[in-house]
Structure formats: C-alpha cells, structure tokens
C-alpha cells in the first residue's frame, strides 16, 4: 500500500490527510476514516485507524484517513464537533472525486469522537453507503441520530469500554435498523491496546459483502 500526501480544502483551511487509490477492475469501493478527540491525542496515526487502513488495503478499498482541523498540519482549531463535521464532508468530497466512479461504494469509519463527529454526515451523505463505528463513546455523546438510518452498519466495541458500556451499545443496537451487524473484542478497552489486530477480521468480513 502507497499512501500519498494530500491536502483537502474545508471552509477557508487546509486538511493534511493520507490517500491511496486501489487499482481494481471491479467496482471501486473506499473508505473514508475518522480519528478520535483531538484534544486527547487523536490524529489520523492512531493505531486502531491503521488497523481500519489496513484492513482496506487488504479488501481493495481506497483509503483517506484525514487530520481534523487544529491537528498535526491541518489549520484551524478544534470547533467541538462543528467545524469537525465540515471535515468529514471535504473529506467525503475529496474521495469521491478521486475515485471518480457515480456507482462507487464509500464507506465511513468512524472511532470514538470520530464517530460522534462523523456519522450525522454520512448517515445523511447519499454518497456513503456503509457505516462503520468503532468505541463510538454512548456514555458521553448522543447517537439517537442513529435510529432509522437504513444503511449498512457494523458497531465494534471493546468489552471493558468504560466509554461504551455494552449494556448501552446493546440497547442502542436493538434500535436500529437492518442491515446491522455487531462485534465485541473480549478483553478490549476503549483504546484496543494491543488489541488492534482483533478489529482486522470483522472490519474485512464487513467490506468483503459490500
């Protein structure tokens, strides 16, 4: 995999942000991924976003894995979740043009604050067919946004999350509708350490039927 350097306009800055376009012959599938809260250290090297990188790789999906402004060479500042969502659409912009393909599968990926910041976009981007949240943190933000969407959707979550608690992710998973699927990494906290290469085979089982 040969990820390229690039930069994505998003109202009046500039996104760093890390792309690679898969060469297939079939339809072209990509993934868009989003890091965690940048107040707390969350950039587009996080590990669990390699591990979703990698996994697309694997699965022949581009890949666009971005920084949120204020982070790393992005301009601008964190916005609290405003500005942020601005981020996610560039970045979805971005990638469409680059596969340049009307009939193209693009999925989201969000992992904990770039879940929350991430997925009211995709859920309502006609563009993103797929949904893709890992640790999204239930014990802090609001997902009822989440409920009717229709699209396709894997929930991942460690089950010693003090920031998703299963009891929470349970309920929200029965409200949602099909097509849905849920995995839980045993032994798994809110940040995977040492458990990323777990989130490898669910996150290929997913792409691999989209």
Not at 72 to 83: D, I, M, P, Q, T
Not at 118 to 139: C, F, K, Q, T, Y
Not at 156 to 164: F, M, P, T, V, W
Not at 180 to 191: M, N, P, Q, R
């Amino acid at each position: 995999m040969k990820e390229k350097r690039v930069s994505i306009p998003s109202g009046g800055i500039w996104l760093e942000g890390l792309f690679n376009l898969a060469e297939t012959r079939s339809l072209r599938r990509g993934v868009v991924l989003c890091h965690p809260h940048p107040l707390y250290g969350g950039d587009m090297y996080n590990t669990v976003i390699e591990a979703g990188v990698e996994a697309a790789f694997q699965e022949a999906c581009s890949t666009l894995r971005f920084n949120f402004r204020g982070v790393g060479g992005s301009g601008g500042s964190y916005e609290e979740g405003v500005g942020e969502r601005e981020d996610v659409k560039a970045a979805i912009d971005y990638l469409a043009s680059e596969i340049n393909d009307s009939k193209a599968t693009i999925v989201f990926m969000g992992y904990s604050f770039g879940a929350w910041a991430g997925l009211p976009v995709a859920v309502n981007d006609p563009r993103i067919n797929s949904l893709i949240a890992v640790a999204p943190p239930l014990d802090m933000y609001d997902f009822e946004f989440l409920k009717g969407c229709k699209k396709k959707k894997l929930l991942i979550a460690g089950s010693e999350d003090l920031y998703c608690p299963l009891p929470e992710l349970r309920k929200l998973y029965s409200q949602l509708e099909e097509p849905k699927s849920l995995t839980i990494v045993e032994g798994a906290d809110h940040f995977f350490f040492s458990h990323e290469p777990s989130l490898i085979s669910p996150l290929r089982e997913f792409l691999r039927t989209l």
